[in-house]
Every structure is written in structure tokens, then in C-alpha cells.
């Protein structure tokens, strides 16, 4: 799997993490999509997700009003690292 070897942007106004994907082609982008629903079903949010044949765009906002992210969004930011990397990624 080709992947982008940047790491998560954090950003500000409001605050959240970004990160851009890279895939060979469709069928890893697809499978990639699957795993990311699983995860994030299992912790109860559900990234931003643009997508098109060979990439995937994602971002991990915090909670309406809040001044910084929360813990558990920076877990699935570990979460969906694991995805790419092969590591667990249970809750």
C-alpha cells in the first residue's frame, strides 16, 4: 500500500487533526474505508471522509465549542494510524 508519509495536521478555529491519504488504486482506498467504519463505529464517532479513487481525506473534529480535542479523538487518530500500520486497533 502507497502511503502519504505525512502525519496528522493539527489545526486550529476550530481545533481539530487532518491527515491526507495516498492508495495504489481503488481496491486498497475501498478496503481502507471498510476498516476506518469498523473502528470508528467501535469508538462512537465517525471522522470527516472525503475520498476519491486513490485517496482519502480525513478529519477529526472536537465536540461543538470545546478548545481542544478530547482524548478519545486523538485515540482514533491512534486507532486509524494502526489501520496503515498493522498495528491493534481495538478499543
Known amino acids: 500500500m502507497k502511503i502519504n508519509p505525512s ?3 493539527r489545526r486550529s478555529g476550530p481545533p481539530r487533526l487532518e491527515r491526507r491519504l ?3 488504486d ?5 478496503q481502507f474505508l471498510a476498516d476506518l467504519a469498523e473502528v470508528s463505529e467501535a469508538a462512537g464517532y465517525y471522522p470527516d471522509v472525503s475520498f476519491g479513487r486513490t485517496y482519502v481525506s480525513l478529519t477529526i473534529g ?8 478530547d482524548p478519545e479523538r ?10 496503515l500500520t498493522g498495528a491493534p486497533t481495538s478499543c
Open 74 to 83: 486523538v485515540e482514533l487518530a491512534r486507532r486509524i494510524d494502526g489501520l
Open 26 to 30: 481503488y481496491e486498497q482506498t475501498r
Open 22 to 24: 495516498e492508495f495504489a
Open 62 to 69: 472536537a465536540e461543538e465549542q470545546a478548545s481542544d480535542l
Open 7 to 9: 502525519s496528522w495536521t
